[in-house]
């Protein structure tokens, strides 16, 4: 997923950009950048860019689909585990209950454990797995598609 910018901070090795929004923002509403006119980033700067510089910044398709397979895939399958077994698992614990209310008992019990694992594995893999990277410097006025140094072409 590609997205440009303009650096408004820098500070070692990450950059602050404002993100320019897409046309196609406002419908989609994944990320949040449709519902905001300024959107401000913190990403890795594998460049070299300076504050005022327009940049491309990037994160892979791959991880962007990973973190949404892991929010919404998982909780859903072991929710829908938690229901399918929460009759026999509670009845082998000897609780008189009826289906159910176990069923509900142990599929949202599931769904809370699994966004508390999904809330503690981000704080631990999104500064790795998840964080932009800047890869690109462009002029501004040109498609940054067509001119733009890329990641080790800082000529």
Same mark, same amino acid.
Do not use: W
């Given at each position: 997923?590609?997205?440009?910018?303009? $650096?408004?901070?820098? @500070?070692?090795?990450?950059?602050? #950009?404002? &993100?320019?929004?897409?046309?196609?923002?406002? +419908?989609?509403?994944?990320?949040? %950048?449709?519902?905001?006119?300024? $959107?401000? #980033?913190? #990403?890795?700067?594998?460049?070299?860019?300076?504050?005022?510089?327009? $940049?491309?910044?990037?994160?892979?398709?791959?991880?962007?689909? +990973?973190?949404? =397979?892991? *929010?919404?895939? *998982?909780? %859903?399958?072991?929710?829908?585990? !938690?229901?399918?077994?929460?009759?026999? #698992?509670?009845?082998?614990? !000897?609780?008189?209950?009826?289906?159910?209310?176990?069923?509900?008992?142990?599929?949202?019990?599931?769904?809370?454990?699994?966004? =508390?694992?999904?809330? &503690?594995?981000?704080? &631990?893999?999104?500064?790795?797995?998840?964080?932009?990277?800047?890869?690109?410097?462009? @002029?501004? +006025?040109?498609?940054?598609?067509?001119?733009?140094?890329?990641? !080790?072409?800082?000529?």
């Amino acid at each position: 997923m590609k997205q440009y910018g303009r $650096v408004i901070a820098h @500070d070692g090795e990450m950059a602050t #950009v404002a &993100v320019q929004r897409h046309a196609s923002c406002e +419908k989609c509403g994944a990320c949040g %950048l449709g519902k905001a006119s300024d $959107v401000v #980033v913190t #990403v890795k700067d594998e460049v070299g860019a300076s504050v005022g510089d327009s $940049v491309i910044i990037e994160l892979e398709f791959s991880a962007v689909f +990973k973190a949404s =397979a892991i *929010v919404y895939v *998982v909780p %859903l399958v072991l929710m829908v585990t !938690g229901f399918l077994l929460g009759p026999a #698992v509670l009845r082998s614990l !000897g609780l008189a209950l009826s289906p159910d209310a176990a069923a509900a008992i142990l599929g949202f019990s599931m769904l809370a454990a699994a966004f =508390a694992c999904i809330y &503690v594995y981000d704080r &631990v893999a999104r500064p790795r797995l998840y964080t932009p990277r800047l890869t690109g410097i462009f @002029d501004g +006025k040109s498609n940054p598609d067509d001119t733009f140094t890329q990641c !080790g072409d800082q000529s």
